[in-house]
């Protein structure tokens, strides 16, 4: 398999997450997730709790488009600002990109942050609202009550975080090169079309 790195979209309860770690470990590559927070703390010398804060949380306002991804200086009056702990966030995920090796990288608008370059393959996982509750309860071992409130709140928020960053819902179908309904599909699937989609990709570029 040439390079390839691989987004992961997801609403909460669709097994998404599950789903990233599979194709990762499937592939013998990197997966990342919230480690991602702790790497954009370190190398922008900023309390891992304040980038939590605002991880993949709600945002109002118009959407905010970035002709760059520069963070600004230490000094800067919003150095600390939720835009400026995005850009440091989107700063760690494109230096996983620029790597040369393979990873998984799980929200965070990685589709959107690596759209224009060729190694990527954006998949979204989502799936019914019976599914979502069903996999919530299980996942995280909750009741049906609070699965339903988790599944509101969170995909509202996420929904929300991506409009603010990229200007679109992130179940939008056409930010994506596969969509993938675990409604209807297991893990094992899920994980074989990945894998198949890449190959057919890397055939095609003479791999």
Known sequence: MKKRIIT???????????????????????????????????????????????????????????????????????????????KMTRGVIEDIADKDESAVILGRCAHHILKDRKEVVRVVIYADHETLVKNAMHYDQISQEEALRRIDKINKERDSYNRYYTGSSWLDASQYDICLNTSKLTMKQCTQIIKEYIRIMDMEAGE
């Open 8 to 86: 992961i979209s997801r609403t909460y309860g669709s097994g998404g997450r599950q789903v990233a770690k599979a194709i990762a470990a499937e592939l013998g590559i990197h997966y990342y997730d919230k480690e991602l927070i702790n790497m954009a703390s370190l190398k922008h010398g900023v309390n891992v709790s304040l980038l939590k804060k605002v991880d993949e949380k709600p945002e109002t306002g118009r959407f905010k488009k970035y002709s760059d991804s520069e963070v600004s200086s230490p000094s800067s009056r919003d150095y600390l600002s939720k835009d400026n702990l995005y």
